[in-house]
């Protein structure tokens, strides 16, 4: 299914919506705060106890120094059926284990592949594969970046590398599986594209099967994923202020301009992830620089998304500069909706109407740390871990799941400039 790069479509997909020009839409990416930790070249000791986890390594090396608590005192290593971290960043990757009891993360590897910047990650619906972005400068000589993948060891949590190619576009910001596993979609940010790979059955990547381009003043693609039912795809593109809307054909690879072919957003919003309810009603975009999510009912016969209300990610009376926001999420049972505020420094939690599908606030929980880039729930939504960047930590919470608070477990990792934190669940496999 490969295809030669001089003979692939570029699809020109007009995006409804004026784009207007805004000061606030940069990543938060700024390097703030010490990096945690001692670096090193060698190593790799694990020291047993205590309740923060330390993690460093020199910026290109991949290779250096992890320390790990493992429970409350001390002790023996988790299960091998433990989940799964996995951390991403401008450092490199870290893997740990994960105590599901209170957040608690043991070093496992990392930094691996850090020269290449490899600040988000996605892994196969089988839990085999893990795939990261590049967010390189160039790729074989080319202004580019790529798509890395590794295979993931059940046994002892470790990744090896199989192979990396070109994301077909500058600044790849976001990478997600389809439905199915079989294909890598990733939107490349600075050159407003987005791409798909096909994922071998040994986990390699091949070159891109298909591929499509934004036009407009400043196309920012940030986000693609497919819908539930894995026929349609959508990339929200920051700087055009809308959400493209893309038929896909799950057996080849294919996308193209669904009609209407975008839905537009309030000019100046900076759309920057999405994600779907799931009941498959509804989805919620949260958008970066008007520091507020909106709420979309979708139509899954057609594919199309229509806005529906948009609700403040702040706390009344509080001024949004300074501040833009990152991840969003749902948790697993549908009633609660979760957004980061960089800036604020805060998860901003919502309730959801089950029939409008709208949202209502509920509260703030400050992140105990400083810009949170990104953010996770476990699959049972009883626990989050929080990816501060500029604070190099990853924070534990508890999730109470009738009110949809956050409150902090104590637990804290520190991490280098983390930029993606995910969970992994093993068990069962």
């Known amino acids: 299914m490969n295809v030669d790069r001089s003979r692939q479509r570029l699809l020109l997909c007009l995006a409804a919506g004026l784009w207007l020009g805004c000061s606030r839409c940069g990543d938060g990416t700024a390097n703030g705060g010490a990096t945690a930790g001692s670096s090193g070249a060698g190593g790799g000791g694990i020291s047993q106890g205590g309740a923060t986890t330390t993690a460093s390594g020199t910026g290109g090396s991949g290779t250096g120094s992890v320390g790990a608590s493992v429970g409350a005192g001390g002790g023996g290593a988790p299960p091998a059926v433990a989940p799964l971290v996995v951390v991403g960043g401008h450092k490199g990757i870290f893997v740990f284990r994960l105590d599901e009891a209170d957040g608690a993360l043991s070093a496992v590897e990392g930094p691996l592949d850090a020269e290449m910047n490899p600040t988000f990650l996605a892994v196969d619906p089988a839990r085999r594969r893990l795939f990261a972005v590049n967010e390189l400068d160039e ?62 059955d040994d986990g390699a990547l091949g070159e891109a099967v298909d591929q499509i381009a934004f036009d407009g003043r400043m196309p920012r693609s940030h986000h693609v994923v497919t819908d539930p039912d894995n026929r349609f795809a959508f990339v929200t593109n920051l700087g ?56 979309l009912s979708y139509d899954p016969s057609r594919g199309a998304l229509s806005a529906v209300a948009t609700v403040s990610t702040l706390p009344e009376g509080v001024s949004g500069r300074g501040n833009t926001c990152a991840e969003i999420q749902v948790s697993p049972s549908g009633k609660f909706v979760y957004g980061s505020n960089r800036g604020h420094d ?84």
Not at 168 to 182: C, I, K, T
Not at 359 to 388: D, I, K, Y
Request: hydrophobic share 45%; aromatic share 6%.
């Open 346 to 429: 805060s998860i901003a939690i919502f309730a959801v109407d089950p029939d409008q599908g709208t949202l209502s606030p509920v509260g703030h929980a400050p992140t105990e740390g400083m810009t949170p880039r990104h953010f996770q729930l476990s699959p049972s939504g009883a626990l989050m871990l929080v990816a501060n960047q500029d604070s190099d930590s990853i924070v534990a919470f508890r999730v109470d799941e009738a009110t949809g608070a956050l409150e902090p477990t104590g637990r804290v990792t520190a991490v280098p400039e983390p930029t993606y934190v995910g969970i992994v669940a093993l068990s069962g496999r």
């Open 240 to 295: 055009l202020d809308s959400i493209a809307q893309l038929t896909f054909d799950a057996d080849m690879g294919q996308v193209e301009p669904n009609d209407p072919a975008a839905v537009a957003l309030a000019a100046g919003a900076g759309p920057r992830h999405l994600d779907f309810h799931p009941n498959g009603r509804f989805a919620y975009v949260i958008n970066e620089t008007a520091d507020a999510i909106t709420t």
């Open 139 to 200: 790729m074989d000589g080319e202004a580019s970046g790529a798509v890395a993948a590794f295979r993931i060891d059940a046994g002892d949590g470790t990744l090896a590398f199989l192979n990396r190619v070109s994301s077909q576009g500058e600044g790849p910001a976001h990478l997600s599986l389809d439905r199915a596993g079989r294909f890598v979609l990733v939107a490349n940010y600075g050159g407003g594209t987005a791409a798909v790979l096909p994922v071998g």
